[in-house]
């Protein structure tokens, strides 16, 4: 089942998709306020008003998660290409639900920020239920689905600290699904695969996790509790820009693909 959150005039509305550009309209404001529904996968199983849409008018798929965490060296390759050391627990930042922007939405940067603009294809987790201190072994039936984001990153702005932050969380800067799918799971050589104006930056797939999906939500939830809605993200493989010593400019566009989750492509804008 795809379930997405679709812009309208008066709002946005969460829909379930049953075709090409072809949907049905849900009960609920987004995804997120579906997930919070007691029962929300019947929920979302429930008839309604037909919609047809522009894949254009998809808002992020949770456009306001009270959580997002993401994972940072998580890649084993990718941590070499950045001469990192592996870590022994996953290393997290937080994402401000500012930063989501839509699946096909442009990304504006302020010229200011633009110097070393970094794209991060990366798999998403969204919880289903409430977990907490879970254990590994059942964590994986806490999952509303999965989804994909670029963490959109200012390499500038994240190194200039030691924190990961500030370079992660520039307003309306990461593209946010197309849909969430709720009957993926993330098995062996689900490949991830970033694209620059066409041209493959990122080909990897989810075999060179260090933390899997379950570990993360095993050791995330110990810290606090994970709620519908709240989102996970799970960390990006090797390629990426400041690696490659190539940097993104205006006018260009990263299309982000994992296999059975569809793709999200965002043109970068800078803004003078």
Not at 1 to 9: H, N, S
Not at 89 to 105: E, Q
Request: a negative charge; proline letters at 6%; one cysteine or more.
């Amino acid at each position: 089942m795809k379930l997405a959150t679709l812009r309208q005039q008066f709002g946005t509305t969460a829909i379930r998709i049953d075709g090409d550009n072809l949907g049905v309209e849900l009960d609920f404001d987004d995804v997120g306020a579906l997930l919070r529904a007691e029962d929300w996968r019947k929920a979302a199983q429930l008839s309604g008003e037909p919609v047809v849409f522009d894949p254009k008018d998809l808002a992020p798929v949770v456009p306001h998660p009270g959580k997002i965490i993401c994972v940072g060296l998580n890649y084993a390759k990718h941590i070499r290409e950045m001469n990192r050391e592996f870590p022994d627990t996953p290393t997290l930042f937080i994402k401000f639900a500012d930063a989501l922007t839509g699946p096909y939405d442009d990304v504006e940067i302020p010229e200011y920020a633009s110097k070393q603009l970094d794209y991060e294809g990366e798999l998403t987790v969204v919880i289903g239920r409430r977990a907490h201190q879970v254990p590994r072994s059942e964590a994986l039936k806490y999952v509303a689905g999965y989804s994909i984001m670029n963490d959109y990153t200012l390499r500038d702005f994240q190194r200039a600290t030691s924190q990961f932050h500030a370079g992660k969380s520039f307003y309306k800067s990461a593209g946010f699904g197309p849909w969430l799918e709720t009957d993926w799971e993330p098995g062996k050589h689900a490949r991830v695969r970033t694209t620059v104006d066409g041209e493959v930056r990122q080909d990897d797939d989810t075999d060179d996790l260090i933390f899997s999906v379950a570990e993360l939500i095993e050791y995330c939830s110990h810290l606090y509790p994970l709620l519908p809605g709240d989102v996970i993200v799970t960390g990006t493989p090797e390629g990426v820009g400041f690696a490659r010593g190539e940097f993104l400019q205006d006018g260009q566009t990263v299309e982000i693909a994992i296999d059975g989750l569809g793709r999200i492509s965002n043109t970068t804008r800078i803004a003078r």
